[in-house]
């Protein structure tokens, strides 16, 4: 029996990590784990509590007392906040600009990363976040950099923020999708970098099936390159 592999997806905001990660880890029968979503958890626990995000020591005892989960259900993936389905509050814009910040702070940082690796560390798993591939995993089987332009980033998060309801400007989103990319860029722990071993695919132009199989091909070649004999 081949081993199971373990997958990382880094890129920025915006660039299809969240859906493609669960795209890929379903035709595999891998397990997601959705690490924005658990710094997205934190933000808004943060934020809901009034905790400073600039107050590393609050933030670094916060991650240790709340609980995050992550539930299969028939309407997809839900995020569990202390048992609270927050799936759809943490995508807001004013969370993930909070997030960036929060997600900054050394400790908070380390808290996840630990809890990343060991959820992970058996394979099967396909994890995606901005630092997987260099920080959290970088011995990761395959890893891929999903990118696009900002303008089209933020063509679709405004779509996507519409069709749940939200009043937002087009404009404004892809503003905050620029302020985003500068602040994880720019911080000091665990900046967004690309591995040097990941395979990059611009999705500016390509759809989300087109960016699927293209990941599936590199996801059998790795296997593969891996297990020659199993490919005759």
């Given at each position: 029996m081949q081993p199971e592999l373990?997958?990382?997806?880094?890129?920025?905001?915006?660039?299809?990590?969240?859906?493609?990660s669960k795209l890929l880890a379903r035709?595999?029968?891998?397990v997601n784990i959705d690490t924005g979503a658990m710094y997205r958890s934190v933000a808004l626990?943060?934020?809901?509590?009034?905790?400073?995000?600039?107050?590393?020591?609050?933030?670094?005892?916060?991650?240790?007392?709340?609980?995050?989960?992550?539930?299969?259900?028939?309407?997809?993936?839900?995020?569990?906040?202390?048992?609270?389905?927050?799936?759809?509050?943490?995508?807001?814009?004013?969370?993930?600009?909070?997030?960036?910040?929060?997600?900054?702070?050394?400790?908070?940082?380390?808290?996840?990363?630990?809890?990343?690796?060991?959820?992970?560390?058996?394979?099967?798993?396909?994890?995606?976040?901005?630092?997987?591939g260099t920080v959290v995993f970088p011995r990761a089987d395959v890893k891929f950099f999903l990118s696009a332009s900002a303008t089209e980033r933020g063509r679709r998060r405004y779509e996507e923020l519409r069709a749940k309801g939200l009043m937002v400007e087009l404009e404004q989103t892809i503003a905050d999708v620029e302020a985003r990319d500068a602040a994880d860029s720019a911080r000091e722990c665990a900046p967004l970098v690309q591995a040097e071993d990941a395979l990059v695919i611009d999705s500016t132009a390509l759809s989300i099936e087109e960016v699927l199989q293209a990941m599936l091909r590199e996801v059998r070649r790795k296997k593969e390159s891996s297990h020659p004999e199993s490919a005759a």
């Amino acid at each position: 029996m081949q081993p199971e592999l373990i997958i990382a997806i880094d890129g920025p905001s915006g660039a299809g990590k969240s859906t493609l990660s669960k795209l890929l880890a379903r035709e595999l029968g891998y397990v997601n784990i959705d690490t924005g979503a658990m710094y997205r958890s934190v933000a808004l626990a943060a934020k809901r509590r009034g905790i400073d995000p600039i107050d590393e020591k609050a933030l670094a005892g916060l991650v240790r007392s709340v609980r995050i989960q992550f539930l299969r259900a028939s309407e997809g993936e839900r995020v569990l906040l202390d048992g609270e389905d927050v799936s759809g509050v943490i995508r807001t814009p004013e969370v993930s600009l909070l997030t960036s910040r929060v997600s900054a702070c050394a400790g908070v940082r380390r808290a996840m990363v630990d809890l990343q690796r060991e959820l992970g560390t058996r394979g099967g798993v396909v994890l995606e976040g901005r630092d997987i591939g260099t920080v959290v995993f970088p011995r990761a089987d395959v890893k891929f950099f999903l990118s696009a332009s900002a303008t089209e980033r933020g063509r679709r998060r405004y779509e996507e923020l519409r069709a749940k309801g939200l009043m937002v400007e087009l404009e404004q989103t892809i503003a905050d999708v620029e302020a985003r990319d500068a602040a994880d860029s720019a911080r000091e722990c665990a900046p967004l970098v690309q591995a040097e071993d990941a395979l990059v695919i611009d999705s500016t132009a390509l759809s989300i099936e087109e960016v699927l199989q293209a990941m599936l091909r590199e996801v059998r070649r790795k296997k593969e390159s891996s297990h020659p004999e199993s490919a005759a």
